[in-house]
């Protein structure tokens, strides 16, 4: 039950009539909104209407966000509003981190803080924040884009290379973590003119030291191909012999095939990619084992 004054009764809203917000009269799926929220609403929708840019609007989009997170135009409002009046961003920021701390997946609440840091202009402290959630989840995709952006606006190279090696100790299954690697030794290349000397060779020793670790773990499979696509590469002697070595050790790992096949097919051997296409197929990966046989005709027809 709503503890909330009603817009009608706020004095300072006196002037504004409420916007209608019917569905229409017999709407297929009606959305069980509260009171509270349709109220609030149908004020925002007035003073969208009237193009209104006041403190009480802000206000209002205070009270909207915290009903309904995923309220776009309410923040694109609320951003107006910051822009106009010259709020108060340290506050913004507050606000924000409390929200975030309840709800660190809201993409509106990353997308905000994006607002917010472009202006603010003080990025101290943000890698520690995301941090912080990163303990509760490793692998939230908004946090992982924000950070892309946060370093790449402000220059925070500096340590990542090493904050990311940390996380991928502890758990190198980590995809998005092998995601902002890749990122950060080569995405990061092509942002304005930045390079990085990648030391490609020693940097597939560390794919490899992390397949072995856990050969059925899809994500450094898929590092290592994006490394290889991104060089241009073959694999070399030294990730062939990893791959020989778990095939010996009758590792049954779909993606460690996958692999190969794609491998033998650069290197034209065809017997062997069709070879380990049936051998996915009848053993390692039966679940797609319609896909493995349409996959090894594929690689026969080339013969």
């Known amino acids: 039950m709503t503890t909330a004054i009603p817009y009608a009764e706020r004095s300072e809203w006196s002037d504004v009539k409420p916007a209608s917000l019917s569905e229409g009269p017999a709407p297929f799926a009606p959305i069980l909104f509260t009171d509270e929220y349709k109220d609030a609403m149908a004020y925002f929708v007035a003073t969208a209407h009237s193009g209104e840019l006041s403190q009480r609007v802000f206000d209002l989009t205070s009270h909207l966000v915290k009903l309904n997170q995923g309220l776009y135009t309410v923040w694109r409002t609320r951003q107006l509003i910051l822009d106009e009046l010259h709020g108060d961003l340290h506050a913004e920021l507050h606000m924000l981190n409390e929200m975030m701390d309840e709800s660190p997946k809201s993409y509106q609440l990353w997308q905000h803080r994006q607002f917010v840091m472009e202006r603010l202009r003080e990025p101290a402290g943000e890698l520690e924040f995301m941090k912080s959630l990163s303990e509760e989840d490793p692998k939230n995709y908004h946090m992982w884009n924000y950070r892309q952006w946060l370093v790449t606006t402000f220059g925070l190279w500096e340590g990542e290379l090493a904050a990311i090696d940390e996380l991928l100790l502890s758990d190198v299954r980590n995809n998005s973590a092998w995601t902002y690697r890749f990122f950060l030794l080569f995405g990061s290349q ?23 670790r856990a050969p059925s773990n899809e994500s450094p499979w898929v590092y290592m191909r994006g ?71 594929q690689i026969l027809s080339k013969k």
């Not at 000397?197 to 992390?210: I, N, T």
């Not at 017997?271 to 493995?292: I, N, P, S």
Request: glycine fraction near 4%; charge should be negative.
């Open 190 to 212: 092509e942002l304005e003119g930045r390079v990085m000397d990648v030391d490609v060779d020693k940097e597939l020793e560390y794919v490899v030291s992390a397949i072995r």
């Open 227 to 297: 490394v290889l696509k991104r060089e241009k590469r073959q694999a070399s002697a030294f990730v062939m012999g990893m791959c020989r070595s778990l095939v010996e050790g009758q590792c049954l790992s779909p993606h460690l095939y996958a692999f190969l096949v794609d491998e033998y097919v650069e290197q034209q051997n065809l017997d062997a990619a069709t070879e380990t296409c049936l051998h996915l197929e009848q053993v390692v990966d039966k679940t797609r084992a319609k896909y493995w046989a349409f996959k090894r005709q």
